[in-house]
C-alpha cells in the first residue's frame, strides 16, 4: 500500500470513473455534497479562511489595534518590513534554521531510521524514545531546555565533570552560539516525527532486493545509498516538504526560550511578528508579516509541489 | 460525546445565559489581577473583594488572577476588541493613555473629586496618582508605588574595603572596580527579560537629562536623539566596560539575578522595591542574605541636568474599564482606602500610596524608599510602562543593544528616536 | 534456479556469515554506544524537570540537574490535592473530545466527497480546503480571536473547540482522503448493488475500513488540542474554565516564580502525554504514515 502522507501531497491519481452502477440521480448526489460539504466549510470559512483575509486587510492599514482601522498606507507597512534591519536578519535565521533542519535533523533521523529501522534488537525501546519528545507542547519543551541550557545546567554540568579545566558555556546568551542552541531543541523535539515517518517507509523496502545487492558483493553503504535510500525517495521528499514549512513556522519554541534575543540573534520570522507586531501594538504591521509569512509558504509549498513531488504520483518508485 | 450530549450542552448554555440576564439587581464587577504569587497574595485579594461583597450584597465580584505576561497578552486583545474588564491591573503611564484616548476607560474623576477632593487628596503618592490622569480625567488609581535603587550586600562591600556609598557615577563605577579587584561579581542582571537593564539605561538618562530632556522629547518638542540620551548609552558604556556582571548574563533571567544576590554571589542589583523577597524566594537557603541587604539610591551624575532626588519608580495600579458599573469604582475606593491598605502592607508588603496606611510599614529599608519616593523632585515611572508600547519596545532593544556592544550609544538612541517619532 | 543460486553462494555466504558476526558485534556496541547517547539526551532534559519538581526555587537556579537536598513532595502533591488542578484536567478533557470528534466528523465527510465523489469544481473547492495548512494558528490568533468574540463565543469552551477544528480540517482531510481513495472501487460498486445507498457505503463500509486513519486523527488532535495554550488564554475568563496548561499561570507572579512548582506542574502534564502516546503511538504511526510499523 502506498504511503498515506505521501498521498497527501499528490496530485490525483488516475482514478475510475465514478459511479458506473451507482444507482441516483444528480440531485441527490448534490444534496449529499452540501449535506457533507457544508458543515465543515462553515466552520473552516469562519474560523480560518475570514480570520486570513482580515489579517491581509488589516496589513493596509496602521493600526494599533484599538477600535476601527482607519489610517490606510497602502503597502507602506510591507516596504517598512523589508527596510528594517532586524526584519532582514530574522529573514537570514529563518532560513538558517530550515537549511539545518534539512541538512542536519533529516539526515539524522534517516540514519537512526535505517540504524535501529528493522533488525536491531531493542529497536521499540529506542523508538519510543526517539518520538516522545513530540507529545510533549512547544511550551513545555522550552521551559524545561531553559534550565538544561542553564549556567549551572545540564551541559554545563556533565561537561565539567568530564572535562577538566571547562568553562561553562553561555549556550543562549552568546550571539553566535544562541540560534544553533535554538535549533538543537527544534531537532531535540521534531527528529523523532522525522524518523517515524522514514521507519515506516523502510517497512515498504523489499529487503529481498537488498539481501540480493548484498550477495553481489555491494558494499552496506553502496546497498543503502542505491537501493534503500532511492525506494524511500517519496517519504523523503515529503519529510523535506514538512521540515521547510515547520521550520518557517516556528514560533513558541523560540519566544519562550530566547524571544528573539540576544540583540534579537534568534528572531524568526513569527517571533519577529509577534515581537514588533503584537507586543509593539502594530497590529497593522504585524498582519503585513503574517501575509509576508503565508506568502512564503505558498510559494514554496506550490514550486515544491509543481517540480519535486510532482514525480511521486508518475509512479516511478512505488 | 455524542450529537445528543452536544446539543444537550448547548441548551444549557443557552439556558444559563439566559438565567443570569434575568437577575437583573445584581451587579457583577469583573476584576483582573496579577497577584499569583505567593500563593497567600491572591487569598488576600479575594478575601478583600468578600470584604466588600458581604457589605454590598448586590454586587458579585469575579475575580481573575493572571500571570503578568499572559495579563499582556489577555488584555492586548480584549483592548483590541474593544471589551474591557470593569477593573484590571495597571501600572499607569503611555499603556493607559493608549486605552484612554481609544475611550475604553472610564473617568472616574467625579468620584475622585466628590466631597472636596476626599479621596483624591487621600493619596500621598501623587505622582503615582498622576500617571492615572490623561488629559483632564483621571482613570484608575494606585496601591502600591516605589522606587529603583540599589540593593547591596554590606558583608560584600566591607570584604571588598569599600567604606563610603557612591554619591557620583564616577564613584560608582570605583566601587564596581574594587569589588572586581577583590574577586567579587559587582552586579547581577538577568538581561533575557531585558527590562532589568532598561533601569540602568533610564536612570543615566534621567540623571544627564532630568525632566525637561524627558519630557521635550516625550512632546516632540524634543528628541530622544539628544546629547543626553547619547550621554546616558556613553556612560552605560563605561561600566559595561569593566564587565561587572555575572557570567552569562545575557541569556539569564531576572529570576537569575534574584537568585545571584539572593545566594550572595554577587554585590548588588538594581532593582525596585519587590527585590528582597524574589531574593529569598529565588535563593538556595529560601533566606536571602537576611540582614546583611541594605539600600542607597542612584548616584548623581556631575554636570547632568537631573537631581540626584529625581525618582525612577513604578508599582501597581488598578484601571477601570469603560462599561464598568459604579459599584467597580466604589470597590476601588474601598480598595484604596488607609485601612485597606494597611492590610495590603500587612500582607503584601506593599508600598502604600495613603499617607495613614503608611505607618504600617516597618522594615527601615522599606521606610527609606518610601521616603524617598514621597520626596522626589521629579517621579518617573519606568519607560518600558509610560512610553507607548511600540516606544517602549524600542528602548528594551535599544538598551539591549548597548549591553550585547552592537549599538553605539548614538544608534541606541537614534533607533528610539524613530519609533518615537512614528508613534509619539 | 534459487537451488542453483543459493548452492553457487553457499560457500562465501557462509564464511562471509561468520566474518559478519565478528564484525557485527563490534558493529553492535558502536550503534548501541550512539543510541544510547542519544537517548540520554532525550530523558536527560526531562529528568531536569522531575527532579525540578521535587526542589525549591532556590535549589533549580543553583543546581538545575542536581539531585535535591531534601526531596519536596509536597510541591506534586500540592497540585495534586487542589481542587483547581482535576477542575481544570476536566475541562482540559472536554476540549480535547470535542475537538477530536469535531475534527473527525466533518473532516471524514468532506474527505468522503473528496474521494468518491466527482463534480464540476471538485478540485478547486478541495484546495480551498488545503489552503489552511499553511497557516498557523499562531500567526493568525488575533483575527481569530475577534472572529470568536462577534459569535459571542468568549468564556465558552466553543469558542476554542471550534478554531481547533477549524484548523485541524484540513490535514485531517487530507490524510483520511487518502485512505478513502485507497479503497478499492469494486467494493463501492459491490455495496451499492447490495442496495447500499451513498449515506451506506460511507458508514457501513468506509469509515469501518479507514479506523487506523480515524485514529490517526483523534490522536494527533489530542496531542494539538491538550497542548494549546494561546487560545484557552484569550478566550477563557473564569479559571475555573481554563486547560490544564493554563494552570502554570498558578506559580507565576509579577515579579518572581515559583519554578519548583512549575516543574512539578510540567511533569504531572507530562504523564497523561507519555501515557496517551503509549497507549496509541501504533495509531500515531499509522496515521503519518499509513504504514504498518511492526515492533
Not at chain 1, 30 to 38: A, K, M, S
Not at chain 1, 231 to 242: D, E, G, K, Q
Not at chain 2, 193 to 216: N, S
Request: charged share 15%.
Amino acid at each position: 500500500m502506498s504511503s498515506i502522507a505521501g498521498q497527501r501531497f499528490r496530485v490525483l491519481p488516475p482514478q475510475r470513473p465514478a459511479g458506473r452502477n451507482r444507482p441516483r440521480t444528480t440531485r441527490e448526489q448534490l444534496l449529499t455534497i452540501g449535506l457533507f460539504v457544508i458543515p465543515g466549510a462553515i466552520i473552516y470559512t469562519l474560523f480560518l479562511i475570514w480570520p486570513i483575509f482580515q489579517a491581509g486587510y488589516f496589513s493596509l492599514f496602521k493600526w494599533n489595534g484599538l477600535g476601527v482601522p482607519t489610517d490606510f498606507r497602502g503597502l507602506e507597512n510591507y516596504v517598512q518590513a523589508f527596510n528594517h534591519d532586524v526584519f532582514q536578519q530574522a529573514i537570514t535565521h529563518s532560513l538558517i534554521i530550515t537549511v539545518l533542519s534539512l541538512v542536519v535533523q533529516l539526515p539524522l533521523a534517516l540514519i537512526l531510521s535505517v540504524t535501529i529501522g528493522r533488525k536491531l534488537p531493542g529497536r521499540m525501546i529506542f523508538r519510543s524514545i526517539f518520538f516522545l519528545p513530540y507529545v510533549f507542547s512547544e511550551v513545555i519543551t522550552a521551559i524545561i531546555w531553559g534550565f538544561v541550557y542553564h549556567q549551572n545546567g545540564m551541559f554545563n554540568t556533565i561537561f565539567g565533570t568530564i572535562i577538566p579545566g571547562y568553562e561553562p558555556i553561555t549556550w543562549l546568551a552568546d550571539r553566535n552560539l544562541a540560534l544553533y542552541a535554538v535549533f538543537a531543541v527544534i531537532t531535540w523535539k521534531y527528529f523523532g516525527l522525522h524518523m517515524i515517518l522514514y521507519m515506516a517507509s523502510l517497512q515498504q523496502v523489499s529487503s529481498e532486493i537488498e539481501e540480493a545487492a548484498r550477495i553481489d558483493g555491494a558494499s552496506e553503504w553502496q546497498v543503502l545509498r542505491f537501493i534503500t535510500f532511492p525506494m524511500m525517495a517519496p517519504t523523503i521528499r515529503l519529510t523535506i516538504y514538512l521540515s521547510v514549512l515547520g521550520s518557517l513556522n516556528q514560533f513558541v519554541l523560540i519566544w519562550v526560550l530566547t524571544a528573539g534575543g540576544p540583540a534579537n540573534a534568534t528572531h524568526v520570522l513569527a517571533t519577529y511578528m509577534y515581537r514588533f507586531g503584537i507586543k509593539s501594538f502594530n497590529l497593522g504591521y504585524g498582519s503585513a508579516i503574517a501575509v509576508i509569512i503565508f506568502a512564503v509558504c505558498l510559494i514554496f509549498s506550490v514550486g515544491y509541489q509543481r517540480t519535486i513531488m510532482h514525480r511521486d504520483y508518475a509512479g516511478a518508485v512505488e | 460525546m455524542n450529537a445528543r450530549k452536544w446539543l444537550m450542552l448547548t441548551l444549557l448554555i443557552a439556558l444559563l445565559s439566559v438565567s443570569a440576564a434575568a437577575a437583573q439587581e445584581n451587579v457583577v464587577v469583573r476584576w483582573w489581577h496579577i497577584v499569583t504569587t505567593p500563593a497567600e497574595f491572591p487569598v488576600h485579594m479575594e478575601q478583600v473583594a468578600n470584604d466588600f461583597m458581604a457589605a454590598n450584597p448586590n454586587v458579585t465580584i469575579e475575580i481573575t488572577s493572571l500571570e503578568n505576561e499572559a495579563f499582556k497578552e489577555r488584555l492586548a486583545t480584549v483592548m483590541q476588541a474593544g471589551d474591557p474588564p470593569d477593573l484590571f491591573q495597571s501600572w499607569g503611564g503611555g499603556v493607559l493613555w493608549n486605552y484612554a484616548s481609544a475611550g475604553l476607560l472610564r473617568d472616574i474623576t467625579p468620584e475622585l473629586t466628590a466631597d472636596g477632593g476626599a479621596w483624591q487628596n487621600s493619596f500621598s503618592a501623587q505622582a503615582a496618582l498622576n500617571l492615572f490622569k490623561y488629559e483632564d480625567g483621571y482613570y484608575g488609581a494606585p496601591w502600591n508605588f516605589g522606587a529603583v535603587g540599589f540593593w547591596y550586600n554590606t558583608e560584600l562591600f566591607e570584604q571588598a574595603g569599600i567604606t563610603e556609598l557612591p554619591a557620583t557615577w564616577d564613584e560608582f563605577l570605583g566601587v564596581v572596580q574594587q569589588l572586581k579587584d577583590a574577586g567579587i561579581t559587582p552586579i547581577a542582571l538577568g538581561q533575557k527579560d531585558k527590562w532589568p537593564g532598561h533601569f540602568w539605561w533610564v536612570y543615566l538618562a534621567i540623571r544627564t537629562g532630568g525632566q525637561a530632556t524627558f519630557e521635550a522629547a516625550y512632546t516632540r518638542q524634543g528628541s530622544f536623539a539628544d546629547a543626553p540620551f547619547v550621554q546616558a548609552g556613553e556612560l552605560l558604556n563605561q561600566l559595561i566596560a569593566l564587565e561587572p556582571f555575572q557570567e552569562g548574563f545575557l541569556g539569564q533571567t531576572y529570576g537569575d539575578e534574584a537568585a545571584a544576590v539572593g545566594n550572595g554571589t554577587a554585590a548588588m542589583e538594581l532593582m525596585g522595591q519587590w527585590a528582597p523577597g524574589v531574593q529569598r524566594g529565588n535563593s538556595t537557603s529560601g533566606e536571602g542574605i537576611g540582614d546583611k541587604l541594605a539600600w542607597f539610591p542612584f548616584p548623581a551624575v556631575e554636570g547632568g541636568l537631573g537631581t540626584p532626588s529625581d525618582v525612577l519608580g513604578g508599582g501597581d495600579g488598578i484601571a477601570v474599564g469603560v462599561n464598568a458599573p459604579d459599584a467597580a469604582i466604589d470597590f476601588l475606593k474601598y480598595f484604596t482606602s488607609a485601612e485597606v491598605q494597611a492590610t495590603h502592607v500587612e500582607v503584601m508588603g506593599t508600598l502604600p500610596t495613603v499617607a495613614e496606611a503608611e505607618a504600617g510599614v516597618t522594615d527601615p529599608l522599606m521606610q527609606t524608599i518610601l521616603g524617598f519616593r514621597n520626596n522626589a523632585s521629579y517621579y518617573q515611572s519606568y519607560y518600558d510602562q509610560f512610553l507607548p508600547p511600540a516606544v517602549a519596545q524600542a528602548v528594551l532593544d535599544a538598551v539591549d543593544g548597548l549591553f550585547n556592544g552592537v549599538l553605539t550609544p548614538e544608534e541606541a538612541a537614534q533607533s528610539i528616536e524613530d519609533v518615537a517619532s512614528m508613534e509619539l | 534456479m534459487s537451488a542453483m543460486a543459493t548452492s553457487a553462494v553457499r560457500a562465501p555466504a557462509r564464511v562471509n556469515k561468520q566474518a559478519i558476526t565478528r564484525e557485527l558485534i563490534l558493529r553492535r556496541i558502536f550503534q548501541y554506544t550512539i543510541l544510547s547517547a542519544l537517548a540520554f539526551l532525550i530523558i536527560g532534559p526531562i529528568t531536569v524537570a522531575v527532579l525540578g519538581g521535587l526542589k525549591t526555587t532556590g535549589e533549580i537556579f543553583a543546581e538545575p540537574f542536581g539531585l535535591p537536598a531534601v526531596a519536596r513532595w509536597e510541591n506534586y502533591g500540592g497540585i495534586l490535592v487542589s481542587e483547581l488542578f482535576w477542575r481544570q484536567l476536566g475541562n482540559s478533557l472536554l476540549i480535547v473530545g470535542g475537538t477530536t470528534l469535531g475534527t473527525v466528523f466533518f473532516s471524514s465527510l468532506l474527505a468522503f466527497v473528496f474521494a468518491r465523489l466527482d463534480f464540476p469544481g471538485r478540485d478547486l473547492l478541495f484546495n480551498y480546503f488545503t489552503l489552511g495548512l499553511l497557516f498557523p494558528l499562531t500567526v493568525a490568533f488575533l483575527p481569530v480571536f475577534i472572529q470568536v468574540r462577534n459569535l459571542g463565543l468568549i468564556d465558552n469552551h466553543l469558542g476554542i473547540i471550534l478554531p481547533l477544528v477549524a484548523f485541524g480540517i484540513p490535514g485531517s482531510t487530507l490524510i483520511l482522503r487518502g485512505f478513502f481513495r485507497a479503497i478499492p472501487a469494486e467494493l463501492e460498486d459491490a455495496s451499492y448493488i447490495d442496495g447500499c445507498g451513498t449515506l451506506g457505503f460511507f458508514w457501513y463500509v468506509l469509515l469501518p475500513l479507514a479506523r487506523p486513519a480515524l485514529g490517526a486523527i483523534v490522536v494527533l488532535q489530542t496531542i494539538v488540542s491538550w497542548n494549546e495554550y494561546f487560545l484557552p488564554l484569550l478566550i477563557l475568563t473564569d479559571d475555573s474554565k481554563w486547560p490544564l496548561p493554563l494552570g502554570i499561570m498558578q506559580f507565576q507572579g509579577q515579579y518572581g516564580t515559583d519554578w519548583g512548582r512549575v516543574m512539578a506542574f510540567v511533569s504531572i502534564l507530562m504523564i497523561p502525554a507519555v501515557l496517551f502516546y503509549i497507549f496509541t503511538q501504533k495509531y500515531i504511526v499509522t496515521g503519518l504514515t499509513g504504514g504498518e510499523l511492526k515492533g
